[in-house]
């Protein structure tokens, strides 16, 4: 192998087929259980948890291993009104102009409109952003390579690390987003990817009666 640093060694502690059965159908047990919530509560939640799931999130694998990431959390209650008088103002145009009928009938079942309340009430919230590029020490652009695939993964990471804390999310992603980057003055190779609010289900929380597709109408075996 050409490589320019010497690699190490890793292998994972020796589990029998049982265990890993078991692990796996426990991890799915307890995955399942997650749902978007939309109704917060106002209770608050200590800065270690957000800081250990943003670690979680961040050990997400990435292109070329150049980790195309920036995590912008929230708490400031000034900046969360300004977040969300920003988002009501894109979201109203769009809901009532920019998305199509067929758009606005598929959202039906989930029932969002462009109020977007849980950003002034949910105690954090998380903007990750993707790094398009970077620069390095003398200031040349250095070339990110799957963007979008390592900072998903890496929001995947992140909800369920929100999830495992026993606190709720919603993937929010008000249209254009642009915004976000002026209110957080971030810099130019950064783009807004996704708002995540994060905290407790309000007691009255409500979510839409879903049911998940099956394996056999998701999975396709080649064995
Ligand atoms: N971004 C809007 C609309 C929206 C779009 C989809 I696709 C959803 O699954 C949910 C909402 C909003 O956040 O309301």
């Not at 259980?33 to 917060?40: L, Q, Y």
């Not at 608050?44 to 990431?69: C, F, M, N, Y």
């Not at 708490?75 to 894109?90: D, G, N, P, V, Y």
Request: charged share 25%; aromatic share 10%; glycine share 4%.
């Amino acid at each position: 192998m050409d490589t320019t640093k010497e690699h190490i060694y890793y292998s994972r502690p020796y589990r029998s087929d049982q265990d890993h059965i078991q692990a796996s159908k426990e991890y799915f047990n307890q995955l399942n259980e997650r749902r978007s919530v939309r109704d917060f509560s106002d209770r608050d939640v200590p800065r270690e948890v957000i800081e250990s799931i943003i670690k979680t999130a961040a050990s997400a694998p990435s292109g070329a291993h150049q980790q195309p990431w920036t995590f912008c959390v929230i708490r400031s209650s000034e900046l969360k009104s300004k977040i969300r008088e920003a988002a009501e103002q894109e979201e109203k145009i769009s809901y009532q102009s920019r998305m199509s009928e067929e758009w606005l009938e598929a959202l039906k079942p989930i029932g969002t409109d462009w109020n977007k309340p849980f950003l002034e009430i949910a105690p954090w919230i998380i903007i990750v952003f993707k790094q398009a590029f970077s620069y390095d020490v003398d200031g040349n652009k250095v070339k990110h390579y799957y963007v979008n695939e390592s900072v998903g993964i890496a929001t995947g990471f992140l909800i369920s690390a929100i999830h495992q804390a026993g606190l709720v999310t919603l993937t929010h992603t008000p249209s254009p987003m642009n915004f976000l980057h002026q209110i957080l003055e971030r810099p130019d190779n950064e783009r807004p990817f996704m708002l995540l609010p994060v905290g407790h289900p309000h007691p009255d929380a409500k979510v839409p009666d879903f049911t998940r597709k099956t394996l056999k109408e998701m999975a396709v075996f080649y064995e």
